[in-house]
Nanobody, 114 residues
Framework: QVRLVESGGGLVQPGGSLRLSCAAPGSIFRNNVMGWYRQAPGKQRESVATVTVGGSSNYADSVRGRFTISRDNAKNTVYLQMNSLKPEDTAVYYC????????WGQGTQVTVSS
């Protein structure tokens, strides 16, 4: 069974930073766009950021300038560096494969609160 293994969530104060990581099987990682979605309580899942195999990235307007997505092709891992976190960033964050995701991680909780 194919799995995406996420890590790095937690509790952080407003203005703080967190880095999420997601490791994928090489056969999946090498050939696909990788991304992050999030789902806040009572809201629909939304795309946060994507990065292509070649390294081109795209962001939701709500996170552009604060979040950075990157991928390490040697480690088959995608990262989401989140800076200047706000309470409205509180959500479960999911690692995804593809622009219209065909594979999802189990999710990691990010809570931004004082």
């Amino acid at each position: 069974q194919v799995r995406l293994v996420e890590s790095g969530g937690g509790l952080v104060q407003p203005g703080g930073s967190l880095r999420l990581s997601c490791a994928a099987p090489g056969s999946i990682f090498r050939n696909n766009v990788m991304g992050w979605y999030r789902q806040a309580p009572g809201k629909q899942r939304e795309s946060v950021a994507t990065v292509t195999v070649g390294g081109s990235s795209n962001y939701a307007d709500s996170v552009r300038g604060r979040f950075t997505i990157s991928r390490d092709n040697a480690k088959n891992t995608v990262y989401l560096q989140m800076n200047s976190l706000k309470p409205e960033d509180t959500a479960v964050y999911y690692c995804t494969v593809g622009f219209s995701p065909s594979l999802w991680g189990q999710g990691t909780q990010v809570t931004v609160s004082s």
